[in-house]
């Protein structure tokens, strides 16, 4: 697979108007090797030295010169309200990514987490949002379930 653009470099913010976007979600913003589409229809081969995760707001930046924009795709996610606190704690506990707000929390659906968070009492509600949720406490950007 060709390639129009090419980047071996991330940044956490832009030093430029970007000449570029890529809109990836969650899941896609974690990546080392590999070519995507841009938003103008170019194809761009990310070759990052290691495994890295690109945070919403961030920029690669191109050989040659340019930045390209990360940003954040709508995904599914599901909505929880009620008694913030509790919930985050129980998320937190099962060390699923969260988006913490004011009035809401944001999490990837999961059945098995639906059903726990009805049983806790929270207020759920599917929304399709872009996702950017809490890094980890110990590194930089990502939460990792116990799936490994």
């Not at 990546?31 to 945070?55: A, C, E, F, N, Y």
Request: with cysteine.
């Amino acid at each position: 697979m060709t390639a129009d653009h090419v980047t071996h470099r991330y940044a956490d913010h832009s030093h430029a108007t970007p000449v570029d976007a890529l809109h990836l979600t969650y899941e896609g913003r974690f990546l080392r090797r590999k070519v995507l589409p841009l938003q103008s229809g170019t194809r761009l081969l990310i070759d990052l030295p290691q495994t890295t995760s690109l945070d919403h707001g961030g920029v690669l930046v191109l050989e040659g010169g340019g930045e390209v924009a990360i940003i954040a795709a709508p995904e599914d996610l599901l909505e929880v309200t009620g008694d913030l606190t509790r919930l985050a704690w129980h998320i937190g506990n099962r060390h699923m990514p969260c988006q913490i707000e004011t009035d809401r929390l944001l999490i990837q659906r999961d059945h098995v987490i639906r059903d726990m968070l009805e049983k806790l009492g929270a207020g759920l509600r599917d929304v399709t949002e872009p996702f950017t949720p809490e890094g980890g406490a110990y590194s930089h950007g990502r939460t990792h379930s116990h799936d490994h």
